[in-house]
């Protein structure tokens, strides 16, 4: 089992930075591969990005590239989303989630735990 709490959401202007962090308790945190979703409302939930257990590989939905970095800190049991150039499309509840096999991470089904979500919110 493990529980994921995310945090560090809030309002932003257009063109701002925000650092989510996704906190992990719970076992072998480090074996689990770690991905972002986010959902506006009205829209179903979308993948953001995502890292393997060992950092090495991550990957990024196209819409984010080159402004939204993942990393992980296993010694802290941590996964962070910095968000540079942020837009008012990228206005949405963040969600951080769990996986083991590295594949099909932007499909929600292939992840096992959830957080409950942080908000972000873009002003033009």
């Known amino acids: 089992q493990v529980q994921l709490v995310e945090s560090g959401g809030g309002l932003v202007q257009a063109g701002g930075s925000l650092k989510l962090s996704c906190a992990a308790s719970?076992?072998?945190?480090?074996?689990?591969?770690m991905g972002w979703f986010r959902q506006a409302p009205g829209k179903e939930r979308e993948f953001v990005a995502a890292?393997?257990?060992?950092?090495?590989?991550?990957a990024y939905a196209d819409s984010v590239k080159g402004r939204f970095t993942i990393s992980r800190d296993n010694a802290k049991n941590a996964v962070y989303l910095v968000m540079n150039s942020l837009k008012p499309e990228d206005t949405a509840v963040y969600y951080c989630?769990?996986?083991?096999?590295?594949?099909?991470?932007?499909?929600?089904?292939?992840?096992?735990?959830w957080g409950q979500g942080t908000q972000v919110t873009v002003s033009s």
């Open positions: 989630g769990a996986f083991t096999a590295w594949q099909n991470y932007y499909r929600d089904y292939t992840y096992n735990y």
């Open positions: 719970g076992r072998a945190f480090a074996s689990y591969a």
């Open positions: 890292i393997s257990w060992s950092g090495v590989n991550t």
